[in-house]
């Protein structure tokens, strides 16, 4: 029997040789560094053991916690299982069993080094990444690890892991700095060097924006874009819910809420109602105050609007600093119109106004779950989706939706927490306003609440940090074991943040002993960003290496 080819995998094929050819090397270096491991945890079999006994023994070496050695397999299955996962997400759907999108898979081995700069200029601009598709709630990163925190061995303090990291982090490349690492599975801290220091934390903000605003909403929360009809004056209002995702293009690789499909349905509706020309206007009043940020127009952030499609791009990207737009709502409003005219509805150009209870709705679009919008935003460091976060995190506690009410909201969750708060002050969601201080002690507890298997709202902050030399900010990172990162790609998992004098890291690491650890690292004061983010990236891979024994 002839078995026709498959139509996807016929598109697939080039891309799949293509990164076969990429990872092979790594992949080697992966298992010549991993055998000797998996040779010394090999069980023997014991005298007197039956073959059908030995045998479910052997077994359940797959399911961690269930033989005594277990965690240690997966943990190495799970590095190696990284470079693996890479190429056969290809085939396999668009997640891995870590929970990481295939699109970031994509772009981490056909895009230029982004090298972790969040805000410093133009980027890549030239050359968008794609972004992500549409994502599971809560998918967990620690599959590898057993599913939850509590099945990695604890890791001890001591003189190994201070000796590994103090020289690093005595680079004068680094300026002031605030450092923590803690073992995951306890919650207690391995290593601190100013731990209690507020520092400028850059982009890492984000970090705090995540963990607010799912403990706020839910992983499973939708922003949604409507449009409302006022049948006296018959007036169609286009009704902003702060989704900055919503996107006006023809080609929707992400899952996000359709301006197309919103006014197709509207069309629809008015068509029902025998109405074929209208009023248009749009409605912006849930974001009440300025637009603008405190940086002033700035390529990394649209006006500040809850009524946007495809955060103000004048270009085709998906993330990374862009030419914008002056007045987002409008251009939303006028797509929108042009759309209800290719669907036989005559439009009015349009202009603001406000949606009243007499106005029914015609139709509506939501956003991907929140899970999926704040990996989204940890992974690209979208500071659009950022600030938007950051106010329904304020509309969600009863608060007013500007700079101060989102950041009076977003210390108000994390206090439910009963994180360490001292010091810490919050001016924006992004980390672009260079009045934020954060200590790496806050973070390094952000990302212990995290990893907390009775809090799953809020793994998505994990699953949503850039993998070193995979995805996101740190695609371009690690990737080629420049000195001092080898062995890091696919085993460091953080948040980048840079600003003009400000480097900082924070995220997660599994050891070299199979331990997962939290980390952050705060510099400010650098003068060579290169050199401050190499020796951020050489400390985070020390942490990689270290038995700390």
């Known amino acids: 029997m002839v078995v026709p080819e498959l139509r996807p995998w016929r598109a697939a094929r080039p891309h799949v040789a293509r990164f076969a050819g990429a990872v092979r090397p790594r992949l080697a270096r992966t298992a010549a560094a991993v055998r000797p491991r998996l040779a010394r945890l090999r069980p023997s079999r014991p005298a007197g053991a039956g073959t059908a006994a030995w045998s479910r023994i052997t077994r359940s070496v797959a399911w961690p916690g269930t033989w005594p050695g277990a965690w240690r397999f997966t943990v190495v299955a799970a590095t190696a299982g990284t470079v693996l996962a890479a190429g056969a997400v290809t085939t396999a759907g668009p997640w891995d069993s870590t929970g990481q999108r295939k699109a970031e898979q994509d772009r981490a081995v056909t895009l230029e080094a982004t090298r972790g700069t969040d805000h410093g200029g133009r980027g890549n601009a030239g050359t968008p990444p794609r972004g992500p598709r549409t994502a599971p709630s809560a998918p967990s990163v620690l599959t590898g690890l057993g599913g939850g925190a509590t099945t990695v061995k604890s890791a001890p303090g001591g003189k190994a892991l201070t000796g590994a990291l103090a020289p690093l982090l005595k680079s004068p490349a680094l300026g002031d700095l605030s450092a923590s690492v803690v073992d995951v599975s306890t919650g207690r801290s391995v290593y601190g060097d100013g731990t209690g220091d507020a520092l400028t934390p850059a982009s890492t903000t984000k970090i705090a924006t995540a963990v607010a605003v799912l403990t706020a909403l839910g992983p499973d929360h939708r922003l949604t874009t409507r449009a409302t009809f006022e049948p006296d004056t018959k007036e169609v209002i286009l009704v902003g819910g702060g989704d900055p995702?919503?996107?006006?293009?023809?080609?929707?690789?992400?899952?996000?809420?359709?301006?197309?499909?919103?006014?197709?349905?509207?069309?629809?509706?008015?068509?029902?109602?025998?109405?074929?020309?209208?009023?248009?206007?749009?409605?912006?009043?849930?974001?009440?105050?300025?637009?603008?940020?405190?940086?002033?127009?700035?390529?990394?952030?649209?006006?500040?609007?809850?009524?946007?499609?495809?955060?103000?791009?004048?270009?085709?990207?998906?993330?990374?600093?862009?030419?914008?737009?002056?007045?987002?709502?409008?251009?939303?409003?006028?797509?929108?119109?042009?759309?209800?005219?290719?669907?036989?509805?005559?439009?009015?150009?349009?202009?603001?106004?406000?949606?009243t209870t007499r106005a029914g709705t015609l139709a509506a679009v939501s956003s991907p779950p929140l899970a999926t919008l704040v990996e989204r935003m940890l992974t690209h460091s979208d500071n659009d989706l950022a600030e938007a976060l950051a106010r329904q995190t304020a509309i969600a506690t009863g608060g007013r939706a500007d700079f101060a009410g989102a950041s009076a909201a977003v210390r108000a969750q994390l206090q439910k927490l009963g994180v360490p708060l001292k010091g810490a002050v919050f001016k924006d969601g992004s980390g672009l306003d260079r009045g934020n201080r954060l200590t790496a002690g806050l973070l390094t507890a952000l990302l212990v609440k995290s990893g907390d298997p009775a809090r799953p709202e809020l793994r998505p902050v994990l699953t949503g940090l850039p993998v070193a030399g995979f995805t996101g900010t740190l695609a371009g990172r690690y990737a080629d074991g420049t000195a001092g990162t080898a062995g890091a790609a696919g085993v460091v998992r953080a948040k980048t943040g840079t600003l003009t004098g400000v480097n900082a890291l924070a995220g997660t690491v599994v050891d070299r002993e199979g331990r997962l650890l939290a980390f952050a690292f705060l510099a400010t004061g650098t003068t060579d960003p290169t050199a401050a983010q190499a020796a951020l990236d050489k400390a985070a891979t020390a942490l990689a290496a270290c038995g700390c024994r």
């Open 245 to 355: 995702t919503l996107t006006a293009r023809e080609k929707n690789p992400t899952g996000s809420a359709s301006l197309r499909d919103l006014a197709g349905r509207t069309a629809a509706a008015l068509a029902e109602r025998g109405v074929r020309e209208v009023t248009l206007s749009y409605d912006t009043t849930l974001y009440p105050g300025g637009q603008r940020h405190p940086i002033g127009v700035n390529p990394n952030l649209a006006a500040l609007t809850p009524l946007m499609a495809d955060e103000a791009r004048r270009d085709n990207s998906a993330a990374g600093p862009a030419d914008r737009v002056a007045d987002p709502a409008a251009d939303a409003a006028r797509k929108f119109g042009a759309l209800l005219k290719e669907n036989g509805i005559k439009a009015t150009p349009p202009g603001p106004s406000k949606s």
